[in-house]
Structure formats: structure tokens, C-alpha cells
């Protein structure tokens, strides 16, 4: 369970369960209080897109440049402002646990052509703010090595001992 003291009923705060991963990448569910289910990942691209598609929608947080595509058919411009009520409950939010980690995203800024915010990786209640969607991704990917290395040392050392 995410620790309660998290707020998760804003619009720009992302629960993001992590339940499998390895050196290819990683997969889970975002969890968002404008979403009426858990949205699945594969891969750190699609949270970015998933994520990234619910602030156009939303307008906020308000992006200070206009995304840029090779692709004609995709609409560029102003986003479209939704008025969303909120969908899911923050108790359905805060008891979603990811099988390798869980993170809560809030960000504060669309600057720049990435984010900037702050993560807490729920399990240790540990805050980073980050600069970049490519920061944030890293913070992350650090997280889940974090967990990987004891268990690859631990193994190691059962070995020298047989």
C-alpha cells in the first residue's frame, strides 16, 4: 500500500507500479485520478506518451513549447481542455502496489520539451525532484537495480560458501 501521507487527487501526480522488469526494460500499470481503470505500460516510452496525452488533454501542466512530430496527421496546436471529474478514488490509487516498485510522479512543469518534478518512491518513502523525463527515468531505473543488487550479492556470497 502507497503511504497515505501521498496526495494523489491532483491532476499532474502519477502512481506508476512497476511489476516486472530487467535489463530490457520494464512493464506495469499508471495509475492517474482522472482514469477510470489502471493504464498497462510496457516499456518506459509508453508512460511518458500516456502520461504526456493526459496533460494535452487536461492543459495542465501547461506546456511552454508545441510538440513537434514527422507525422502530418497528427493534430499539433493548443490542447484541448477537458473538464474531467474525477474517475478513480484516491483510496483505489494509494492501495496499488507494483510487484517490483511503486512511484508516485508529480509534475510541476512542462519546460523546456520535458518535465520537471519530484518522484518518492513509495516502498521507502524516499523524494527526488528531477529536471527531466530522461532524469526521471533514470531515478527510476536506479530504484529498481537498487532491489536487483543485494539478491545478485547474496547469491554470490552462497556460492563461495558451497
Known sequence: MVNSKFTTRASS?????????????????????????????????????????????IGYPQSSTKSRTFSANKQLGSPVKEVIANLMKENDITSQRGDKGTFVVHIQYRQNATWQGKVTWAEKSHTLNFRSALELLKMIDSALDEDVVPNSELAADTEKRN
Open 13 to 57: 501526480v502519477f502512481t506508476i507500479c512497476v511489476d516486472q522488469g530487467d535489463q530490457s526494460g520494464f512493464s506495469g500499470r499508471i495509475f492517474h485520478c482522472l482514469s477510470t481503470a489502471a493504464i498497462p505500460f510496457s516499456g518506459p516510452q509508453k508512460i511518458f506518451i500516456e502520461m504526456e496525452n493526459v496533460f494535452d488533454r
